[in-house]
């Protein structure tokens, strides 16, 4: 998800996207600590992704 794409998000929407983020950060992980993943980089690239809403969150309020 790009930065622009964040931006055009309501607060609302930034708070229910930054709880699936967290989710599926959380599901990602746990499958990869017991079986290894194809893309290892997917956590990263989620990971940062979950920083970007919630800094977004943040500067809002």
Same mark, same amino acid.
């Given at each position: 998800?790009?930065?622009?794409? $964040?931006?055009?998000?309501?607060?609302?929407?930034?708070?229910?996207?930054?709880?699936?983020? +967290? +989710? @599926?950060?959380?599901?990602?992980?746990?499958?990869?600590? $017991?079986?290894?993943?194809? @893309?290892?980089?997917?956590?990263?690239?989620?990971?940062?992704?979950?920083?970007?809403?919630?800094?977004?969150?943040? @500067?809002?309020?």
């Amino acid at each position: 998800m790009k930065q622009s794409e $964040i931006k055009e998000l309501s607060v609302v929407d930034l708070q229910e996207k930054l709880d699936t983020l +967290k +989710k @599926n950060y959380t599901d990602l992980k746990m499958a990869h600590a $017991i079986s290894p993943l194809e @893309n290892p980089l997917e956590l990263r690239a989620l990971r940062k992704t979950v920083a970007r809403v919630a800094t977004e969150l943040t @500067n809002r309020q």
